[in-house]
């Protein structure tokens, strides 16, 4: 029996423990496997956290922008709660499942469905900024609030009626793959997943690239235009001082830039992994394959607030208050 299989299914109600085989451990690795996957955990779950509090405390966003970065954020919360959080469990456990059927059928739903929308929800921010830079003018009638919420919550739909479909499809089971050491739906079929992943990421990429480009004419365009209408300009301070309009929405397309490059980074050694159809992966290729991809959850996070003005100020502002509440908590 290879790992792209599960000897024995079971349905969501079944309480057992399940596995397809007994497998060899190491314990020095189990023990680094579980430091790993914690650290990462906790990054996940704090930074994003910390995240969408700072969403409704942010200034200079669009509201528009805030709904697909919260749409990104509560995807990345889902998956360090039901994806990332239950594998330190599988470690401790000795690389079995130890937290029964409905949390296995739960685990596959969510990387059926939480997985690719991280890769959506970066693609969904980039299309925002992308429309805010090249039609700036009509960018408040063409991404409206109410729009923004309707496109958010509409691929969270498609996304949930895939996973409903292909459950219906495998007759509501699950199996756990004691070599990925994760729960699918239906048998686990590597295959599969790879092609998913790489259309997705292809399509994605594709769709992102050609925003790119249009952007960087348009970044020549009025650089030129600057150049010969402000000669006179002959200093980066001077230059600084001036009124750009467009200067904020470069830096945030920069910002979403470096987000999915750490998104396609964090995805390729996944693929990797699917294309070389290695059937009995050992463990340190799976981590070396999965901590990468479980990154980007907080990486996201990381970028944002270093990179812009406004978080920090978001930040610091929530600093101050918390540390104002523990100054009146420790006078009473």
């Not at 969408?52 to 200079?60: M, Q």
């Not at 996201?300 to 101050?320: G, K, M, S």
Request: proline share 4%.
């Amino acid at each position: 029996m290879d790992g792209n299989t599960c000897g024995t299914e079971l349905n969501a109600t079944s309480p057992g423990n399940f596995t397809t085989e007994v497998l060899t451990h190491d314990f020095w690795m189990d023990l680094a496997s579980v430091c790993i996957w914690t650290l990462t955990t906790l990054l996940i779950l704090f930074l994003n956290s910390m995240c969408l509090i700072l969403l409704h405390k942010v200034k200079g966003f669009s509201k528009a922008t805030i709904v697909f970065l919260k749409s990104m954020t509560i995807g990345d919360l889902i998956l360090g709660l039901c994806f990332y959080m239950p594998t330190v469990g599988v470690f401790l456990n000795g690389r079995m499942w130890p937290f029964g059927g409905v949390c296995c059928y739960i685990q596959a739903w969510v990387i059926r469905t939480a997985l690719p929308m991280s890769g959506v929800s970066v693609l969904l921010v980039t299309i925002d900024r992308y429309i805010a830079i090249v039609h700036p003018m009509q960018y408040e009638v063409w991404m409206s609030v109410r729009r923004a919420r309707i496109i958010a919550c509409g691929v969270w739909i498609v996304a949930n009626l895939y996973g409903l479909l292909t459950s219906i499809l495998e007759h509501w089971t699950q199996c756990f793959s004691s070599y990925y050491l994760i729960c699918t739906i239906g048998k686990f079929n590597n295959g599969k997943a790879v092609v998913t992943l790489t259309v997705m990421g292809v399509g994605a990429f594709l769709v992102i690239a050609v925003m790119y480009v249009k952007i960087l004419v348009i970044a020549q365009r009025h650089a030129a235009h600057m150049a010969k209408h402000r000669p006179s300009v002959t200093s980066m301070a001077s230059a600084n001082e001036l009124p750009s309009p467009g200067s904020p929405n470069r830096k945030s397309f920069t910002t979403v830039f470096i987000i999915t490059t750490t998104l396609v980074i964090g995805w390729l050694p996944s693929v990797i992994l699917g294309f070389s159809n290695v059937e009995k992966p050992s463990v340190p290729f799976i981590i070396a394959t999965q901590i990468p991809l479980a990154s980007v959850s907080w990486l996201n996070v990381i970028v944002y607030y270093i990179r812009n003005q406004a978080f920090q100020e978001a930040a610091w502002e929530l600093y101050l208050q918390v540390l104002q509440y523990c100054k009146g908590c420790c006078k009473k």
